[in-house]
């Protein structure tokens, strides 16, 4: 009897033992395909291909595990990869550059936006339609930390005028109801701000669209050298998914607009969802494959920023690029 006790004690022992073991190495595998995507955003519509990773099998059939990690701006993406709190961020160039140029050891992996969407708005009857005309006038941004102060630096160099040359005022990203009551000339705004704006009643415009002058990517996936250096594997089975998830958004603008309804903070008009998508579908795309990193395009881009004073060094921009 006290044989068959001992026996019965010992398979328990062994049976929790296995067990433990197991569970271990499944939270260990969990881990080991989990992505955690810090976004420089709150879910909002434009994202919703990335939001529906639960609903969708984007990237289930790629075996990874996609957590999203809402943020306030680019440079909080790029803090978060920096810190450990996630693994890819979802970030725009001006901040890629920023970061690299305080030393940080960063590589873009993929380009979200290939186009640059970014603009300056402003009413028929100030007859501003090209940067030459923006000289002497009062011009609106989200920030003065924000990419809309940056890429109208880039309209303004481009007509040989610097910030001396106007006056720049910081009007929030609530930025149109400004100029729609004209308290600036112009604003500088994006493709999505643009479309809410006309939405809201702007009314007739002029839009000088800064890729006209200088187009580079507006958003990237960036990550940590050491990330990219040991999790190949693990980033391009994310990036596959995320690619298929792009494909899924452009071919299926209305269901994705719906779903957006569920899923994104601003998403609660479906046919306002399907207006921003259409606009984020078109800015995914290009001459190359979908996403693709222009390296020349970026390079003058960097190179433009040092010159604007934006950044104090010179990058090479083949160093922290790849279309691996």
Not at 43 to 63: G, H, P, R
Request: proline residues 1%.
């Amino acid at each position: 009897m006290r044989l068959i006790k001992v026996i019965m004690l010992t398979v328990c022992a062994i049976l929790i033992l296995t067990a433990c073991q197991n569970s271990t190495a499944d939270s260990h595998e969990i881990k080991g395909n989990s992505i955690r995507v810090a976004s420089w955003s709150q879910e909002i519509t434009e994202q919703v291909n990335l939001l529906v990773a639960d609903e969708k099998t984007f990237f289930k059939e790629e075996q990874i595990d996609v957590t999203f990690t809402p943020g306030s701006g680019s440079s909080d993406a790029i803090k978060n990869i920096l810190a450990g709190n996630a693994d890819i961020a979802f970030t725009d160039a001006g901040s890629f550059f920023s970061a690299l140029d305080q030393g940080e050891d960063l590589v873009a992996i993929y380009n979200i936006y290939p186009q640059n969407v970014f603009n300056v708005v402003s009413l028929k009857e100030n007859e501003i339609t090209e940067p030459e005309d923006l000289k002497g006038k009062t011009i609106g941004v989200y920030s003065l930390a924000s990419g809309t102060r940056q890429n109208l630096l880039i309209l303004l160099h481009e007509a040989g005028l610097t910030e001396e040359d106007v006056n720049i005022v910081e009007t929030g990203v609530l930025n149109f109801a400004p100029l729609m009551q004209d308290q600036v000339d112009a604003t500088a705004a994006t493709d999505t701000g643009l479309f809410l704006g006309k939405e809201k009643g702007l009314g007739e415009v002029d839009v000088i669209e800064v890729k006209d002058y200088l187009n580079f990517s507006s958003d990237l996936f960036v990550v940590t050298r050491e990330m990219f250096d040991e999790n190949k594997d693990v980033i391009q089975r994310f990036l596959s998914g995320f690619q298929t998830s792009t494909e899924w958004m452009i071919n299926n603008t209305e269901e994705a607009a719906e779903l957006a309804v569920n899923y994104a903070i601003d998403g609660q008009d479906v046919q306002l969802n399907k207006g921003i998508i259409e606009l984020r579908n078109e800015a995914s795309q290009s001459e190359h494959q979908l996403g693709y990193i222009d390296t020349q395009q970026m390079q003058d881009a960097a190179d433009l920023y040092k010159e604007l004073g934006l950044i104090e060094n010179e990058l090479d921009m083949e160093k922290y690029i790849t279309n691996e």
